[in-house]
T-cell receptor, first 115, second 113 residues
Framework: GAGVSQSPSNKVTEKGKDVELRCDPI?????LYWYRQSLGQGLEFLIY????????KSGLPSDRFSAERTGGSVSTLTIQRTQQEDSAVYLC?????????????FGEGSRLTVL | QKEVEQNSGPLSVPEGAIASLNCTYS??????FFWYRQYSGKSPELIMS????GDKEDGRFTAQLNKASQYVSLLIRDSQPSDSATYLC?????????????FGKGTTLSVSS
């Protein structure tokens, strides 16, 4: 597709369950970001992938959160043993500015609700 | 100290006025600065990027950067009701190219007709 694609768009889960969120970036974009946005809040940085470099995981809030990017393209964000405070919109973005922090193109987000 | 700070607002201006949005950042090594606009229920979209000290103009928008003061601003001239949104300041982390982009919490702008 032409834009960043995220799935699922909505996910309702029970506390303690694991969830996986998927991001398919724009073809050719080397940088991929995950952010979290709680209701009425700004974007909280989670993790950043740039090409073949080691990802910047400094924003992951706990060891229950992990992410991987396979083949330099699709990324999966996994949240284990979900908690109610994990409820938020998870946004993925990609960028094509090699070697520089460039314009980010965002997906529509995955809204996670933990009951 | 937060990496990127913005006044959450709301900032209310009448139609046709100038809206001034401000942002400060903590990392002196930051090189790339952006303003994004986010409408309610939508994803952020880029309005302006700025990399050098001074002003950069694009239509009704002017971004201003002062690295010595670690300050970025966005001016919106002739504000329109359609400009009502949350404006997010974003700054790259560190003094290396291609680093993570950190966002402020955003300033909500309301333009009344």
């Amino acid at each position: 597709g032409a834009g960043v694609s995220q799935s699922p768009s909505n996910k309702v889960t029970e506390k303690g369950k694991d969830v996986e969120l998927r991001c398919d970036p724009i073809s050719g974009h080397t940088a991929l970001y995950w952010y979290r946005q709680s209701l009425g809040q700004g974007l909280e940085f989670l993790i950043y992938f740039q090409g073949n470099s080691a990802p910047d995981k400094s924003g992951l809030p706990s060891d229950r959160f992990s992410a991987e990017r396979t083949g330099g393209s699709v990324s999966t964000l996994t949240i284990q043993r979900t908690q109610q405070e994990d409820s938020a919109v998870y946004l993925c973005a990609s960028s094509n500015r090699r070697g520089q922090t460039g314009e980010l193109f965002f997906g529509e987000g995955s809204r996670l609700t933990v009951l | 100290q937060k990496e990127v700070e913005q006044n959450s607002g709301p900032l209310s201006v009448p139609e046709g006025a100038i809206a001034s949005l401000n942002c400060t950042y903590s990392d002196r090594g930051s090189q790339s600065f952006f303003w994004y606009r986010q409408y309610s229920g939508k994803s952020p979209e880029l309005i302006m990027s700025i990399y050098s000290n001074g002003d950069k103009e694009d239509g009704r928008f002017t971004a201003q950067l002062n690295k010595a003061s670690q300050y970025v601003s966005l001016l919106i001239r002739d504000s329109q009701p359609s400009d009502s949104a949350t404006y997010l300041c974003a700054v790259n982390r560190g003094n290396q190219a291609g680093t993570a982009l950190i966002f402020g919490k955003g300033t909500t702008l309301s333009v009344s007709s």
